[in-house]
C-alpha cells in the first residue's frame, strides 16, 4: 500500500512538472542556450544566433537576413529602450556606455560646426565690408549679391592689402560667339586692352577656341567696343542700357562711377553688333518716363 501510494505521488509530480514547462517554455526561452531553441524562420534548424533587435532566433546569416527582410527589423538594440534590472547584464552596461560616448562626440561636433560656421560668417562679412569700403575710396558703388547666391559663391574678388590695390573676377563675355573667358584675380591697374589681348591669343590645341573668336583676333583690341550694364537705373525704366569703356583706360578707371554686382562682367563687341544695344553716350543720362 506505501508502495502504491508512493508511486502516485510521483507521477503527480511528474505531470505537474510536464504542465509548467508547457506552459513556462515562452518565459524560460531565452534562458536556454540557443542550441536549445529551433531557428524562428527555417523552423528546421537549431538556433545560433539571436537578434539583437527583436530577440528572434536564427540558425545562419542567410535565415538572419530573410528575417530581416520579412520583418523589417534593423537587428540593432534599441538602445534607448527599457531593460528591467533584473535582465540587465555586461553587455547592457558596455552598450550604453558606447551609446553616451557617441553622444558625447555628436554634441562635440556639433558645436565645432557652429564655431566653423561662424568663423566662417564672420570672415564673409569682414571681406564684404572690405570690398564695399575700397569701392567707395575708389568712387565705385560695389554690392554683394545674396549670401548662398551663385554670384556670391563664384566671385574671387579681394582687396590684396600688400599691393594695396583690388583684385577683380572679370568677365568677359564675347556676344556674337556666345563665348565667355574669366579673369580670376585681375590687377585694378591692369589695362583694359592689354587684359583682352591676353584672352585673344590663340594657342596650338585651342581650334574651338580658334574658331569662335577668329573675328575678335583679327580685329583686335583697340577695334572691339567694351560694355558694362548700368545697373543702377530707376525701377520704371524699361530694357537694358549699356556704359562703353574705353580700351586704354585701366580697370580702375573704367569702374569709376559705376555701380557692379559682386564682379564685373564686360561685353565685347564687333563693329557691326555695336547697333544691337542701347549704349549711353558719354556724360548722357537716363531718366525714367513719367
Known amino acids: 500500500m506505501a508502495y502504491n501510494d508512493c508511486s502516485t505521488s510521483e507521477k ?3 505531470d505537474a512538472s510536464d504542465g509548467n514547462n508547457e506552459d513556462g517554455s515562452r518565459a524560460d526561452r531565452t534562458a536556454r542556450s540557443p542550441g ?32 530581416k527582410s520579412a520583418t523589417g527589423c534593423s537587428g540593432k538594440r534599441k538602445r534607448t529602450a527599457f531593460v528591467p ?16 560616448e557617441e553622444a558625447a562626440q555628436l554634441a562635440e561636433s556639433a558645436q565645432r560646426s557652429r564655431q566653423r560656421a561662424s568663423s566662417m560668417q564672420g570672415a564673409q562679412t569682414a571681406a564684404v565690408r572690405q570690398m564695399q ?14 549670401p548662398g547666391s551663385e554670384a556670391r559663391q563664384l566671385n ?40 583682352l589681348a591676353h584672352h585673344l591669343k590663340l594657342h596650338s590645341g585651342q581650334a574651338q577656341k580658334h574658331a569662335l573668336l577668329k573675328e575678335y583676333v583679327e580685329a583686335g583690341p583697340q577695334q572691339l567696343t567694351l560694355l558694362f550694364k548700368q545697373e543702377n537705373r530707376p525701377a520704371a ?40 544695344y542701347d549704349v549711353l553716350m558719354p556724360g548722357e543720362q537716363r531718366f525714367a518716363a513719367v
Open 12 to 14: 503527480e509530480r511528474s
Open 237 to 276: 525704366s524699361s530694357g537694358e542700357v549699356y556704359l562703353r569703356l574705353m580700351p586704354n583706360h585701366t580697370l580702375r578707371l573704367a569702374l569709376v562711377q559705376k555701380t557692379v554686382l559682386e564682379y564685373p562682367v564686360i561685353l565685347v563687341l564687333l563693329p557691326r553688333e555695336v547697333p544691337k
Open 133 to 146: 569700403h575700397q569701392a567707395r575710396l575708389r568712387n565705385m558703388d560695389w554690392r554683394a549679391a545674396p
Open 85 to 100: 534590472l533584473s535582465e540587465f547584464g555586461e553587455g547592457h552596461l558596455v552598450s550604453d556606455y558606447n551609446f553616451l
Open 156 to 195: 574671387s574678388s579681394c582687396y590684396d592689402a600688400h599691393k594695396r590695390r583690388l583684385m577683380w573676377r572679370v568677365t568677359w563675355r564675347f556676344e556674337g560667339a556666345d563665348y565667355s573667358v574669366m579673369d580670376e584675380k585681375l590687377d585694378e591697374q591692369t589695362k583694359l586692352a592689354d587684359a
Open 36 to 67: 536549445d531553441v529551433q531557428c524562428e524562420v527555417c523552423n528546421t534548424q537549431p538556433s545560433k544566433y539571436r537578434c539583437p533587435g527583436c530577440e528572434a532566433r536564427s540558425c545562419s546569416l542567410a535565415c538572419s537576413t530573410e528575417h
